[in-house]
């Protein structure tokens, strides 16, 4: 089993670092797998809706978006993680998430998602619930903890003064393991949810 894991800031060893590697301890320690992948660093554009994906099962853009698509294809659970810019995610990871989830034309489907969020003061719920919205689209028990998953901080060793953000980071990767764990027996047991996206409409009437 593994768990891919995103990160969203430009600082490879800032908060949003410091938190995954918490979750990765727990999900390790559980015998899950995790990689790190930095995205917040990279220069990553946005979606031009050219649909060429759909035709050739990758985004016209040749860059990290592309490398990462065949890693989520394989994990069982993906976690992102962003600090808070104007209280919303960072640019680069959502045009990178957006542009990831809709070329990779993998099925999603009882996949676990969480999202990670950070900030100096304020911001976090807001992010956290834009950050969110990838999961639920795409049919994703999405993990939650004893407290929305953030933490807060400056630089990447204030994290571990907020105890109790430490405390929550490291319960939601325990729900992540258990969650992961859990749909694979299930999997195993009754197989797969049977559902069908057939319907499609635009709302013009």
Request: include cysteine.
């Amino acid at each position: 089993m593994k768990v891919l894991m995103i990160n969203g800031s430009p600082d490879s060893k800032g908060c949003i670092a410091t938190a995954l590697n918490l979750a990765a301890e727990v999900l390790n320690s559980e015998g899950i797998e995790t990689e790190i992948i930095h995205v917040g660093n990279k220069d990553i554009r946005g979606c031009i809706a050219c649909l060429r994906c759909k035709q050739t099962g990758k985004c016209v853009f040749n860059d990290l978006v592309n490398e990462t698509a065949p890693k989520l294809k394989e994990a069982d659970g993906i976690i992102i993680g962003s600090p808070v810019y104007y209280g919303m995610p960072n640019g680069t990871v959502l045009s990178f998430m957006q542009r990831l989830f809709y070329s990779c034309g993998c099925d999603l489907h009882m996949k676990v998602g969480a999202s990670v969020v950070s900030c100096r003061r304020g911001g976090n719920s807001a992010a956290f619930e834009i950050m969110n919205q990838f999961f639920g689209i795409n049919g994703m028990p999405t993990v939650l903890s004893t407290y929305w998953n953030d933490v807060h901080g400056y630089k990447g060793e204030d994290v571990l003064a907020d105890v109790e953000g430490v405390e929550t980071i490291r319960n939601m990767a325990t729900n992540m393991a258990f969650l992961i764990k859990s749909i694979q027996a299930g999997k195993d047991q009754f197989g797969k949810p049977d559902v069908r996206h057939t319907q499609f409409m635009n709302f013009i009437r």
